[in-house]
């Protein structure tokens, strides 16, 4: 089992940054991967950065360039900078890690992680 609490949320101006970060607790040693994702009222939960044990990441399209994951080593803070904030990036932010074999081409995708954070609020108003 691993326990994620998340934290950093907000409302920001248009332009500017947050800091959001997640701890983990448990049992970190099983992470092969962890990521962040994002839900906006009426859509469906995306992802947003993941970060693999060697410390690839991979991004969506839509934040390329103004986010940034990381994490400390031992896996048990998981962070997301965010610059350059637009309005359409409002959502609940939610950490999540996956236990199972890594597979790079579902990294992004909510199926293969196994616990999740209770999410934190980024309103970005327009």
């Known amino acids: 089992q691993v326990q994620l609490v998340e934290s950093g949320g907000g409302s920001v101006q248009s332009g500017g940054s947050l800091r959001l970060s997640c701890a983990a607790s448990g049992a970190t040693y099983s992470v092969s991967r962890m990521a962040w994702f994002r839900q906006a009222p009426g859509k469906e939960r995306e992802g947003v950065a993941a970060?693999?044990?060697?410390?690839?990441?991979a991004y969506a399209d839509s934040v390329k360039g103004r986010f940034t994951i990381s994490r400390d080593k031992p896996k048990t803070t998981l962070y997301l900078l965010m610059n350059s904030l637009k309005p359409e990036d409002t959502a609940m932010y939610y950490c999540a890690v996956s236990t199972r074999p890594f597979d790079w081409w579902s990294l992004l995708q909510p199926a293969p992680y196994d616990y999740w954070g209770q999410g934190t609020q980024v309103t970005v108003p327009s």
């Open positions: 970060i693999i044990n060697d410390d690839r990441t």
